[in-house]
């Protein structure tokens, strides 16, 4: 599947929170949040991706990877954020599910995430891997 994103920035009041990051269901599900820093969630952004759901290479193990392409919306960055118009950032996340029973899962999520500043700057990359088990009672 294909998918935009929109994200207006920073929550505008104190108990309004429709622009924050982490609840933006498509960022959210789409790339890895703990690698984002908390000046890109503030941050007003728009982007592009796509995401593969349930591939399997082998009996009882499904994948999913999401790919995902995002620029900063204004020219100046607002609110503590420090990405802007001309900044840019390419995520891709590979979850794995191991069906050990019918109940019990292995799981294991690989993700990486490529700043570039408008500035040229060169960034880290950043990547996460998680391991652990699901229990469905």
Known sequence: EVFMLYQSGAPLGKHDFRGFGRSNPVLGSALSLELLPQEVLLAPMQGVGFRIRNMSFAD???NYLSVVYATGLVDSPVLGSSFGANDA?????MDAQYALFEQLAALVEVGILKMYPADGEDTDTDWKLSLGFRYDF
Do not use: E, F
Not at 89 to 93: E, K, P, T
């Open 60 to 62: 009882n193990l499904t």
């Open 89 to 93: 950032l390419v995520g891709v996340n």
